[in-house]
């Protein structure tokens, strides 16, 4: 079952997102329709273009709040090919994936009335339709502000029935103390799904405690997701390495081609 673990899916990864801010560099697209790009970093700058969600850009220059962006020609504004300016960085996405099923992206949109970071994942289809579904963020979020690095994967999902594209949304810390969330979304003919989120954590000479997505075909049966958790623990003083608990598990998900369903 090791093989099956979704970590073999690095080479679809992607990076935009770390500690907060975009990176310099790389490419993501525009997530906020008609996002107002402008000549400065400043609201009152001047207005330079309205771009789509969905448009390729790359960022030259990068703040927690603003990106210097480069659009790229091959979409939907041939005309702007290397143009460049300023855009509010809410307004493009922390991640995105080409997918085998178009587009994916993931944005955070807002926050709730207590103040907790709100996002939602897109997935742009080739035929044009969008579909989307929100995503919880109040276990990925510092201060009200979303403070992970984020990562996307393409996965396999062959027998899960009726299933077009699966990619698992990561949040991805680098300390110890943190959660770290591999979400599964899947994409049927008309819905984008949510699916059992796998969450790990674990603090240096106390515990770990590991949780992976298991998918079809690394599971002989169609229509099942597993989440394996192993733990284990360790202490400060005497011995500090980490011993097997006796309670390392398996949750599994039925998906019925609509939603996934704990299984008793």
């Known amino acids: 079952m090791t093989e099956a673990l979704l970590l073999a899916a690095a080479l679809f990864s992607t990076m935009q997102f770390g500690h907060g801010r975009f990176v310099e560099g790389v490419e993501t697209t525009v997530f906020a329709e008609g996002s107002a790009m402008l000549s400065d970093s400043t609201p009152g700058a001047a207005h330079l273009a309205d771009l789509p969600a969905g448009l390729p850009v ?142 790990s954590v674990s603090e240096a000479g106390l515990f770990s405690h590991i949780e992976s997505l298991v998918l079809p075909p690394g599971l002989d049966e169609e229509n099942v997701v597993e989440i394996m958790t192993v733990q284990q623990g360790g202490t400060w003083e005497g011995d500090p390495g980490f011993v097997s608990l006796p309670d390392t598990s398996v949750i599994r998900y039925s998906w019925n081609g609509r939603f996934f369903d704990l299984e008793p």
């Open 58 to 199: 790359v960022i030259l220059e990068a703040s927690r709040n603003w990106c210097l962006v480069e659009v790229r020609s091959g979409f939907h504004l041939p005309a702007f090919a290397r143009f460049t300016g300023w855009v509010e960085a809410e307004a493009l996405a922390p991640v995105s994936l080409q997918t085998s099923g178009g587009l994916f992206q993931f944005g955070i949109t807002g926050s709730d009335e207590s103040g907790n970071p709100t996002g939602e994942a897109r997935l742009h289809r080739d035929d044009g339709v969008v579909l989307s579904c929100p995503v919880d963020l109040r276990s990925f979020s510092e201060g009200g502000r979303v403070g992970h690095g984020i990562e996307a994967s393409e996965v396999a999902a062959d027998r899960l029935s009726d299933v077009e594209t699966a990619i698992v949304l990561s949040f991805v810390y680098e300390a110890c103390g943190y959660l770290n969330s591999d979400i599964l979304i899947v994409a049927t003919a008309d819905r984008l799904v949510l699916g059992p989120a796998a969450g």
